[in-house]
């Protein structure tokens, strides 16, 4: 995979760059995956993995309410998220970088303010980050309990954008959910899809 990065289109360069994590920093949504097929074992809950990808980006809750009432279910999103993080947690030295991202981090890092900007809890962010080595290289995080409405809405990058100091319009994202893709759009700023190799 090769990145195509755009030039700003009036400036020439961008101000910051914002990284989702799952699927994006992180070559992490197989192992997500695995964690959703565990919490949703004891209710014989499908959840077919083309819905798991297409729904990328999107908060737990969100997630298990589209479950319950797609098979009539009344799972507690609290409960299948507890489940999911620790099956994640167990499972997250099987995570690797996305190399080309992680290129753009370490180029980009000390000369360009980077955040990182994600639909998933924020502890999981962390321990994602804090196992790549990667904890130190961003100056906002922010997971789904940092704003209150999740990707496709641009509330998430709005408020990275405004705690970095940066005008949206001068931010580059890097994403590779449809949802988080929409969500960049929606802020308008320009993005690059990021396209990892499923393990």
């Known amino acids: 995979m090769k990145l195509e990065l ?10 910051a760059y914002l990284f989702d994590c799952d699927g ?16 949703l074992d004891r209710w014989n809950c499908p959840f077919p993995e083309k819905d798991f990808y297409d729904w990328a980006g999107m908060p737990t809750p969100a997630i298990v309410e589209r479950l319950n009432e797609r098979q ?18 167990e499972l997250l030295p099987e995570v690797k970088p996305v190399p080309e991202v992680l ?5 980009q890092h000390s ?10 809890p924020r502890d999981s962010v962390i321990r994602t980050l804090s196992a790549l080595g990667l904890m130190n290289y961003f100056d906002v995080i922010l997971g789904a309990e940092d704003y209150p409405r999740g990707k496709p809405h641009p509330d998430a990058y709005l408020l990275a954008a405004k705690r970095l100091k940066v005008n949206p319009a001068d931010c580059l994202v890097f994403e590779d959910a449809e949802l988080g893709i929409e969500s960049a759009r929606r802020a308008k700023m320009a993005w690059v ?7």
Do not use: C
């Open 24 to 39: 994006t920093i992180a070559n992490s949504m197989p192992i997500h995956y695995r964690a959703w097929m565990k919490a």
């Open 103 to 107: 290129e753009q981090i370490h180029l």
């Open 193 to 199: 899809k990021v396209i990892p190799d499923r393990l």
């Open 6 to 15: 755009p030039a700003h289109p009036e400036k020439g360069s961008f101000k």
């Open 111 to 120: 000369r360009l303010p980077l955040a990182v900007v994600s639909g998933s």
């Open 72 to 89: 009539g279910l009344a799972m507690s999103h609290q409960e299948i998220s507890d489940i999911k993080e620790k099956a994640y947690f």
